[in-house]
């Protein structure tokens, strides 16, 4: 798994830097089979936009963007949303699994 990050507009500091790091590491807890993750933090007129790029094989990429006035504040929503999205492919990928045709109850007519 790849981590790119990015600043447009804006230094990031040591500290960022790791915290996006450290959730980056915690999706891997879904067991899915994460490619590539791209962080882009970008100044804008009111505030910082933070957006994941979270490539997922056999799935569509998941994309969270988040918009607000403080940094950290924008940085933790975005996490937030992404472990929630990806958390909700882990269960629809598992609970498609689980079903098997041997475990089906013959009906007799």
Known sequence: MGLQIR???ITLTDATKEHIE???AAFRKYSLDITSIDCVVAAEKKGVMVEFNVKVAHAQPVVITQHD????????????????????L???????????IKELDVVDA
């Open 7 to 9: 600043a447009k507009g």
């Open 22 to 24: 450290g959730a980056a």
């Open 69 to 88: 006035d403080d940094l950290d504040t924008a940085i933790d929503l975005a996490i937030e949303r992404a472990t929630k999205a990806l958390r909700r």
């Open 90 to 100: 882990h269960d629809k990928v598992v609970s498609h699994r689980n079903d098997s």
